[in-house]
């Protein structure tokens, strides 16, 4: 009778065991993880982000956006290396150094050219929007936005 008493006791104590082992093992997983999300960011320093006086961040805004995409064949890239003559010769007779942002974001060579044109004047700006526009003519392979924040910026 006193072995049977053990054996029994000995049962419920591997039970009571077991199920205290799951009920902790369930605790400490669903442990709340606001430390790791609390941590601050680390910020790149190509993000399109500019600090200001208050050392707060906002995004550029980008006078022109060139987006070069893709339909499953890869971007124009003959039109690219147009549009990428009339920078060079547009900045040679204007005596610039306009260099867009470049900014990759597609599997198949997808790239964005984002343009901040404050130093050009308004006739500058006028003819380097009018020279991409005629060079991009009719195709849907280049989209032009104005006065816009970057899409794929990260």
Known sequence: MFVQSLKKNSTIMRTLTFIILIATSSLFACKNSSQAMDSDKIEPSNSGK????NNMQE?????M?????????GIDYTLKKKIDNILNSFNK????NLK???????????????????????????ELTSQV???????DMVHITFNQKSVHKR
């Not at 007779?93 to 610039?96: G, I, Q, R, V």
């Open 50 to 53: 500019h600090e200001t006086k």
């Open 59 to 63: 995004e550029v805004t980008y006078d």
């Open 65 to 73: 956006i060139l987006s070069f995409i893709s339909k499953g064949e």
């Open 93 to 96: 007779k204007n005596n610039t």
């Open 100 to 126: 867009p942002e470049t900014l990759a974001w597609g599997r198949e060579g997808e790239i964005d050219y984002n343009f901040i044109t404050k130093n050009l004047s308004t006739s500058q700006k006028d």
């Open 133 to 139: 526009r005629e060079t991009i003519g009719s195709s």
